[in-house]
T-cell receptor
Framework: EPEVTQTPSHQVTQMGQEVILRCVPI?????FYWYRQILGQKVEFLVS????????KSEIFDDQFSVERPDGSNFTLKIRSTKLEDSAMYFC????????????FGPGTRLTVL | LAKTTQPISMDSYEGQEVNITCSHNNIATNDYITWYQQFPSQGPRFIIQGYKTKVTNEVASLFIPADRKSSTLSLPRVSLSDTAVYYCLVGNNAGNNRKLIWGLGTSLAVNP
């Protein structure tokens, strides 16, 4: 069964550093998402991406965040200057299209900002 | 997007049937109801989705009454490996916006 993959599984960085989280969505999917989950809290929507542009973003997704689909397979989330509060699990998801479509999630990247 | 309410936690024993009910009083006409399962430090995993009446797959059943203001996820004969957090989400496919709004979910503990 096709699946969403994410790398790295765990990223440790110093506050103020830039990080790039990578995702490979399911190959024929058209819609891509990033979510985050702070330990013990609920999953929070960050951004949705379709047709090479952002469809919607939450208030969390401020100027320090950016997304990109640099080629036909990868979907990346960049955090320019990490803060301690950015420590969380980051999940990528993708969906094909159509009514009530199911989002398929990757295993996540655990980001730890020191 | 409709808000959902579900119990914070539930306890069960191996072999029992577990029913988790979710309230979504403000569900819109074109909203679907989707349930996800999440194990610690893993991504959410799709379980089942429905619009009305009953849906069944190899993992679970989903019961949706006529008014669609609630739904019940039914897990038959749970095992220890079903211990996880279960999320009920309501949303539609309008336009390009398909974001999912998550609640805290129901933490299910299956005991031996």
């Amino acid at each position: 069964e096709p699946e969403v993959t994410q790398t790295p599984s765990h990223q440790v960085t110093q506050m103020g550093q830039e990080v790039i989280l990578r995702c490979v969505p399911i190959s024929n999917h058209l819609y891509f998402y990033w979510y985050r989950q702070i330990l013990g809290q609920k999953v929070e929507f960050l951004v949705s991406f379709y047709n090479n542009e952002i469809s919607e973003k939450s208030e969390i997704f401020d100027d320090q965040f950016s997304v990109e689909r640099p080629d036909g397979s990868n979907f990346t989330l960049k955090i320019r200057s990490t803060k301690l509060e950015d420590s969380a699990m980051y999940f990528c998801a993708s969906t094909l299209a159509g009514g009530g479509d199911t989002q398929y999630f990757g295993p996540g990247t655990r980001l730890t900002v020191l | 997007l409709a808000k959902t309410t579900q119990p914070i936690s539930m306890d069960s024993y191996e072999g029992q049937e577990v029913n988790i009910t979710c309230s979504h009083n403000n569900i819109a006409t074109n909203d679907y109801i989707t349930w996800y399962q999440q194990f610690p430090s893993q991504g959410p995993r799709f379980i089942i989705q429905g619009y009305k009446t009953k849906v069944t797959n190899e993992v679970a059943s989903l019961f949706i009454p006529a008014d669609r203001k609630s739904s019940t996820l039914s897990l038959p004969r749970v095992s220890l490996s079903d211990t996880a957090v279960y999320y009920c989400l309501v949303g539609n496919n309008a336009g390009n916006n398909r974001k999912l709004i998550w609640g805290l979910g129901t933490s299910l503990a299956v005991n031996p």
